[in-house]
């Protein structure tokens, strides 16, 4: 597993009972495309990067924002979310820029 980036963030259950949102605790701005290509490369299913990118592997799709903010579907727990969530955060700390 890679290393991973220490990004505060709180996972919130959503309306649609097996999804939830990932809310970062700070402001955060991410290079869509540049996301993408990251994605990609670790074996992601990549849709168009328009004003978000969705990004499925294993059964589980993970859509990011450019503001960070994400959502996984399915969410089978908020611990499961929060680990798919470091990681991914750590993938795409690349694409990240800066303020």
């Known amino acids: 597993m890679e ?3 220490s990004m505060k963030f709180k996972v919130v ?11 970062p605790q700070e ?9 993408a290509e990251v994605l990609r490369s670790k074996g992601f299913e990549v849709k168009d990067p328009g004003v ?10 993970t859509v990011l924002y450019k ?3 994400m959502m996984v579907n ?7 979310v929060r ?3 470091e990681e991914f955060y750590a993938m795409v700390e690349s694409a990240r820029e800066q303020q």
């Open 67 to 69: 503001n960070g903010r």
């Open 3 to 5: 290393n991973l980036v």
């Open 74 to 80: 399915p969410a089978e727990s908020k611990e499961k």
């Open 13 to 23: 259950s959503l309306c649609k009972k097996d999804a939830m949102s990932v809310i």
């Open 27 to 35: 402001i955060v701005r991410y290079d869509l495309e540049k996301c």
């Open 52 to 61: 978000m990118v969705r990004a499925s592997r294993g059964g589980t799709e």
């Open 83 to 85: 680990a798919i969530a």
